[in-house]
């Protein structure tokens, strides 16, 4: 069994960053892909970064390629999204997922294990 839980999320002003962080246990995932996704009111989930068990492979959604970076400590069982230049429809949840193998891809119905989400409220 995989336990996900984001942190990091908040408030932040129109230009401003933030750093989410996912922590796992239960199960090392450093051999596995990872990745971020975001759901605002009223839409649904939505692809943001995901990458390989060493970052060889980083794929982003284009409306926050130039913006977020995906990276991970394999050391810890944990990876990030740095986000910089917020914008304010960039507020939504944002979630972590994992799965058991290393293929990276952007659809939510390939990733099998979820956080609880953490909200990220950027004000204009």
């Given at each position: 069994q995989v336990q996900l839980v984001e942190s990091g999320g908040g408030l932040v002003q129109a230009g401003g960053s933030l750093r989410l962080?996912?922590?796992?246990?239960?199960?090392?995932?450093?051999?596995?892909?990872?990745?971020?996704f975001r759901q605002a009111p009223g839409k649904e989930r939505e692809f943001a970064a995901a990458m390989s068990s060493y970052?060889?492979?980083?794929?982003?959604?284009?409306?926050v390629k130039?913006?977020?970076?995906?990276?991970?400590?394999?050391?810890?069982?944990r990876w990030y999204l740095e986000m910089n230049t917020l914008k304010p429809e960039d507020t939504a949840v944002y979630y972590c997922a994992t799965r058991f193998n290393n293929d990276?891809?952007?659809s939510r119905y390939d990733w099998k294990y979820w956080g609880q989400?953490?909200?990220?409220?950027?004000?204009s």
């Open positions: 962080s996912c922590t796992t246990s239960g199960r090392t995932l450093s051999s596995y892909a990872v990745a971020w970052g060889m492979t980083r794929i982003y959604a284009d409306s130039g913006r977020f970076t995906i990276s991970r400590d394999n050391t810890r069982n990276v891809t952007k989400g953490t909200q990220v409220t950027v004000s």
